[in-house]
């Protein structure tokens, strides 16, 4: 079969395959946009059935944590504090670490973790954690999680929901990577170039389709629905072709910060652009996820950005204005139950005690 046949044809089918799939139902976007000078933003949708209870979480250096899966669960003190944002206020679902390291989970329905490996287990809701508490750059994470190579134990989430899920991960110099654990094995893709995630299929079936869709070009068609797939597409393209320098037409910011704010609002563009709107229906799929909140981690000047659906406000935190040394108390940013904020909100963290992490002892 010639080339030009082939990759219409694995489209079609890799189509085929994620139409069937209930992955418009649970679903999340991620991108790493990288600027002419450097500035690097990973921009990330969260997309969900129901409420999260999310909360923004400053956790200091020096923490001890276990991964609460029971026997040989492994235990670590912290290297780096983080902010992040929970999941139900029993899991870390997103953050970005004093270094400038991000880790973002996303939905994987084809996610298979294994049984009975021998591995230290870790529980899934601590993995982003494990890896903003542990590494500083995209490479110690992964020559770190592939020597650590954990089995993963996912319980399921309050909601019932099955925690099947995979972990992407960027850093200042723009690399990135995505682990996906397939048949029980580790698998890590690595590079660069690997700037946009979402969900099903998983990544290297995603690369394929949007090759296919990169040859037909955006300018032409783009595919339209809330598929994992489909966003893919569109995110990869829409980043593509975003500038990647500063326009002076558009200069609406602080003085030393004007590439970097227009960045922040390139990406944030780029996310709503592929957002799934709050409370669609379409016949046989009632239980759509939309998207809930985005992030955008300025990781060049360590500035973690939230945009809430439900809220009119699109608010930072800078972590100038963080303690993250040994001792420091944890604090918690309330967003659940309809708070919001304006501009730099890091003076309304409040002192708290930190929240459980999901534990699945004897789950393994």
């Avoid at 949708?45 to 040989?72: H, I």
């Avoid at 903003?132 to 954990?150: H, I, M, P, R, Y």
């Avoid at 990169?214 to 032409?220: L, R």
Wanted: aromatic share 10%; net charge negative.
């Amino acid at each position: 079969m010639s080339k030009s046949k082939i990759l219409p044809a694995l489209a079609a089918a890799l189509m085929f395959g994620v139409s069937v799939l209930p992955q418009a139902s649970l679903a999340c976007t991620r991108t790493v946009y990288v600027g002419e000078d450097n500035t690097v933003i990973t921009g990330r949708n969260m997309d969900w059935m129901e409420e999260m209870q999310t909360d923004l979480w400053v956790f200091p250096r020096g923490m001890t944590r276990s991964g609460n899966a029971g026997p040989g669960s492994p235990e670590w003190t912290s290297k780096y504090g983080s902010v992040i944002a929970s999941g139900y206020n029993t899991a870390s679902a997103d953050g970005m670490n004093e270094k400038g390291l991000v880790a973002n989970m996303l939905y994987l329905a084809e996610s298979d973790y294994g049984k009975g490996s021998g591995r230290q287990p870790l529980v899934i809701g601590l993995w982003a954690q494990y890896v903003l508490d542990n590494f500083a750059s995209v490479a110690e994470t992964v020559d770190g999680l592939k020597k650590a190579d954990f089995q993963i134990v996912a319980p399921k989430l309050p909601n019932g929901s099955a925690a099947s899920l995979h972990l992407s991960v960027s850093d200042p110099s723009g690399d990135s990577a995505i682990f996906e654990y397939v048949d029980g094995k580790l698998v890590v893709h690595h590079s660069k170039d690997y700037k946009v995630m979402t969900n099903s299929p998983v990544f290297d079936q995603q690369l394929a389709l949007n090759t296919y869709w990169s040859k037909i070009g955006g300018n032409a068609f783009l595919p339209g629905t809330v598929s994992a797939a489909d966003r893919f597409v569109r995110a990869s393209f829409l980043l593509d072709a975003a500038t990647k320098k500063l326009d002076k037409n558009f200069i609406n910011s602080v003085p030393g910060k004007n590439y970097a704010n227009q960045a922040v609002a390139q990406s944030l563009s780029i996310m709503r652009g592929v957002s799934v709107p709050l409370g669609i229906s379409t016949p046989g799929q009632p239980n759509i996820a939309s998207t809930l909140w985005r992030t955008a981690a300025d990781q060049t000047n360590l500035v973690y950005f939230f945009d809430s659906a439900t809220t009119p406000n699109t608010f930072w935190v800078d972590f100038a204005d963080l303690d993250f040394s040994e001792g420091a108390e944890p604090k918690k940013l309330a967003i659940a139950g309809g708070h919001y904020y304006s501009g730099n909100a890091a003076e309304h963290f409040e002192a708290a005690t930190p929240f459980e992490f999901m534990s699945a002892e004897g789950q393994k």
